[in-house]
T-cell receptor
């Protein structure tokens, strides 16, 4: 049973445009959400996080939105750059449970 | 600034052989984790540790063992390698429940 779902295996956008990556979760106990970026042959790199007490968190070009009622979060990248091309993983954990549950990832390709 | 270091980067094993995947972190983190990533899938937790001398099973622990004698090191042991253990293994560490996990670059393991 997938508790964290990334339903789009891939996404292609033009440089300078907005990239929107989506993630849905089923476990209502999840209250801390993270996005990781992964390049080939490297480990995942932490990008941005959000706790359930917020509905938005920004860090430069990256913004994460959380809709608790819909159990949905999204990552917005504006403007997208070719160097953003990577696999993006959504992850979640719940309170005192520090074990992360990962989605399967979305491959983002930003075309010059 | 090494962060999380994993060795080796690549390894080919024969069925039934054993080996230890090494993981070391220099951030003085109490929490450490082992994940495996199969093609097209998210990361799945194998074992984790909340401090020296304390380890616990994750989602997919069968066929693996761990130990945590120091804060810095968290080796993963495969006793009888099986083809199903062919995967990329990632080690991670974090400073606390509400802190992101930092990953090593992974060990790519093939069992033939």
């Amino acid at each position: 049973d997938q508790q964290v779902k990334q339903n789009s295996p891939s996404l292609s956008v033009q440089e300078g445009r907005i990239s929107i990556l989506n993630c849905d979760y089923t476990n209502s106990m999840f209250d801390y959400f993270l996005w990781y970026k992964k390049y080939p042959a490297e480990g995942p790199t932490f990008l941005i996080s959000i706790s359930s007490i917020k509905d938005k968190n920004e860090d430069g070009r990256f913004t994460v939105f959380l809709n608790k009622s819909a159990k949905h979060l999204s990552l917005h990248i504006v403007p997208s750059q070719p160097g953003d091309s990577a696999v993006y993983f959504c992850a979640a954990n719940g309170g005192s449970n520090y074990k992360l549950t990962f989605g399967k990832g979305t491959l983002l390709t930003v075309n010059p | 600034n090494a962060g999380v270091t994993q060795t080796p980067k690549f390894r080919i094993l024969k069925i039934g052989q054993s080996m230890t995947l090494q993981c070391a972190q220099d951030m003085n983190h109490n929490y450490m984790y082992w994940y495996r990533q199969d093609p097209g899938m998210g990361l799945k937790l194998i074992y984790y540790s909340v401090g020296a001398g304390i380890t616990d099973k994750g989602e997919v622990p069968n066929g693996y063992n761990v130990s945590r004698s120091t804060t810095e090191d968290f080796p993963l042991r495969l006793e009888l390698a099986a083809p199903s253990q062919t995967s990329v293994y990632f080690c991670a560490s974090s400073g606390g429940i509400w802190e992101p996990q930092h990953f090593g670059d992974g060990t790519r393991l093939s069992i033939l």
